[in-house]
């Protein structure tokens, strides 16, 4: 009874107005967390009770459902839900930055499984989503039939590194250029930007224009100013709230099945990402080809295929 009318009182209270260019959520509606409320859309209702939940988080800090749209498609075999985080997209945008914090976000996706009354969930979270997920897996076990952990920011020690070594592998001007500019503080400079979309460019998305765009059109706006806020102007380096952000010696705790799943080219580097699923029992490690940090967009068929297969697996 308490799901029913919450997916009543979601339909009724919410009016769905996405562009035909997205597949339209069968439920959508507000789910009230510390602060605000945060914005949810799903489909696969009718697998709801009888599958796990997909409950996929989006990166930034500050993206929003848009970047996740590509697993819409598995809700011809389970629930699966996207939301906004608060403070970004179609959630509520309160004043201040008390609730811009790893806790706040993680005890969102606690919030979305009371409200649907979600028994068995299965998470998944994308770079800045990776790191929600993950913390969950660690902290919330109960119920949790699997963890996707897609290019995610485990160690932001580690990310850096990484992208310190991606730089290094750029033309020695453009390398020289960025590391010029980050430590004067001029990135604004013309020269800068150019420079920043060539690691873009190489590690971001690889080809040009990056595919799936139709899935943001008219889409909600992101929070820029979590986003400098939390981690700071570019994905390569940090200076916000998680530049020391670390949860690599805690993973061995996460105890569900578990898929680790990056690009070749990633900012989340391949070979870290398999480091980090080694200390996770029975973690599998997948490396989508010829594909930076945009995994979904840039290979959405392969990707797609490795998360359906994960899926099946599972007990």
Known sequence: MKLIT????????????????????????????????????????????KKPALIVMHGGPGG?????MSYVALADHYPVILYDQLGTGNSDHPEGRENWTVD??????????????????IIVGH?????LAAEYAITNPDGLKGTILSSPLISTPQWIADNQAWIDRLPKEVAKTLRHHIAAGTQGHPDYKAAEKMFYSQHMCRQSPCPNRHYRRDGPTWNADMYVYMWGTSDFYATGTLRDYDISGRLPEILSPTLMICGEFDEAAPETCKK??????????????????????????FYLKTVRDFLNSLP
Request: proline share 5%.
């Open 276 to 301: 980090y699923a080694r200390t996770i029992v029975g973690a599998k490690t997948v490396i989508v080809p010829e594909s930076g940090h945009a995994t979904m967009a840039e290979n959405e068929p």
């Open 104 to 121: 706040h976000f993680v005890s969102e996706i606690e919030a979305i499984r009371k409200a649907l009354d979600l028994k068995q969930v």
């Open 6 to 49: 919450t997916l009543i009182l979601a339909i009724l209270c919410f009016p769905v107005s996405l562009s035909v260019a997205h597949q339209d959520p069968e439920i959508a509606g507000y789910i009230p967390v510390d602060g605000g409320r945060i914005w949810y859309r799903l489909n696969g209702a009718e697998h709801l009770g």
């Open 127 to 131: 770079s800045w989503g990776g790191t």
């Open 64 to 68: 929003t459902h848009r970047g996740n």
